[in-house]
């Protein structure tokens, strides 16, 4: 499956070096990942440095989705993608040895873990819903709810040194398990030059996530001129979606990602009294209680929705813009009471359900 997902990866060449520029700006302004590091334990700072990019890479993903921006020191191959796949689901990679990454991003539940919180070692509560990693390849100015890191390089050795993650004590820890391991040495010398190091975990359970691509929808096939491919429910409600009088949900989730990478409070958990403030922990004011707006590509495989995993259904989703989110005066005047009629509604869900979802070949 995975050959078949690297040859649908077509190499474009680079027009140039583009650097990371103002996005990386930014965010590095602001120490990125600063929560997790005062969390981590041992792990040096010399893994993180290794990783921060120096310059991207356009690589093409099909004729209608954006290019990925991959750093240039990090190109994928097969080699690194099976070894990231296997480094992904190897519980190994935390403390106890009892969970991977995919105890919280799994395939089977659209690649988050169907919960409203993740839940770290000996049960320890996280804060945030697991994001679904579906398409996280194609966001270039931030990942996480907050857009704390930049990079996937960057951020697959957080979770792995978290306490309220995977809680591994020290990179000596990991390195150890890793060239004692009947498989790793050889798959990292096969996959990297320097063999089994911090960095190349990173590097190798990046070019893995990179294959996690919504690469084909109904939508996509219907905008290409099969107009069969989608519903009549879901053509009405892609219609009320897009339409700035009626649902308007495109001005922040416009097509192919929908989604525009930016970051809002559209009132989700505003009426908690010590609220998630969001991309405040990594801007500071003016953005109280704002997420990155999510991708919606596959969006029917990922329940429950938001930052905080409280809206348990699409319909839910629907209902909650509807009645114009939850008031709160930093709420974005955007997101206003809709009054849909129950048709409106179904085909809104109809639209996400069956319009976005993944079609496998
Ligand atoms: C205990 C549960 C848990 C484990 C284990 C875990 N994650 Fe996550 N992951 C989360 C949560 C929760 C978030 C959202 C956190 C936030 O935004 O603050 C997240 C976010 C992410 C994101 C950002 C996605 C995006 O769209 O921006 C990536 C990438 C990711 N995780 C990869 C990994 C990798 C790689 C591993 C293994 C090394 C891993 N995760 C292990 C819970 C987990
Ligand atoms: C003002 C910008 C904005 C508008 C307008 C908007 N959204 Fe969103 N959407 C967001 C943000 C930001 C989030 C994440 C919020 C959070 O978790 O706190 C989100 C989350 C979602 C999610 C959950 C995604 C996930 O992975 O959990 C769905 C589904 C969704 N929006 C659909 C819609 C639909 C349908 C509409 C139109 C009725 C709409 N959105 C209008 C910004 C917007």
């Given at each position: 499956m995975m050959g078949s997902n690297l040859k649908n990866l077509v190499w474009l060449l680079c027009l140039s070096l583009a650097f990371v520029g103002c996005d990386r700006e930014s965010v590095s302004s602001v120490d990125p990942g600063s929560e997790a590091k005062s969390e981590s334990r041992e792990q040096s700072d010399t893994a993180q440095a290794e990783l921060t990019p120096v310059a991207t890479q356009a690589v093409a993903v099909n004729d209608w989705l954006p290019p990925m921006q991959v750093p240039v020191d990090n190109l994928s191959s097969e080699q690194k993608v099976a070894l990231g796949e296997k480094l992904f689901a190897d519980p190994l990679l935390s403390l106890d040895q009892s969970m991977s990454c995919s105890t919280c991003h799994d395939r089977e539940s659209g690649w988050s873990n169907g919960q409203s919180f993740a839940e770290g070692v000996n049960g320890q509560p996280g804060t945030r819903n697991s994001l679904s990693i579906l398409n996280v390849g194609l966001y270039d100015k931030g990942l996480f709810w907050d857009g704390r890191v930049l990079t996937l390089e960057q951020q697959a050795l957080k979770p792995i040194f978290e306490k309220t993650e995977m809680a591994m004590d020290s990179e000596s820890t990991l390195l150890e398990r890793l060239n004692s391991h009947p498989d790793y040495p050889a798959l990292f010398g096969a996959a990297f030059d320097?063999?089994?190091?911090i960095a190349n975990v990173a590097r190798a359970l990046a070019c893995f996530e990179r294959t996690i691509v919504v690469r084909e929808t109904a939508y996509d096939r219907y905008v290409r001129g099969d107009k069969t491919a989608m519903s009549k429910s879901a053509i009405r409600g892609l219609k009320i979606f897009s339409n700035p009088r009626r649902a308007n949900c495109i001005s922040c989730h416009p097509a192919p990602m929908f989604t525009d990478q930016q970051y809002y409070n559209i009132g989700v958990g505003m009426d908690k009294k010590d609220y998630d403030m969001g991309r405040h922990h990594v801007l500071g004011w003016g953005s109280f209680g704002k997420f990155r707006s999510p991708s919606l590509r596959g969006i029917d495989q990922s329940a429950p929705y938001m930052h905080d995993g409280s809206l348990p259904t699409l319909e839910e989703v629907v209902e909650y813009y509807d009645r114009g989110g939850i008031r709160h005066k930093y709420t974005d005047t955007a997101v206003q009471r809709l009054r849909l009629n129950d048709q409106q509604k179904k085909d809104l869900v109809e639209f996400m359900r069956q319009g976005l979802a993944e079609i496998k070949e």
């Open positions: 320097d063999g089994v190091t």
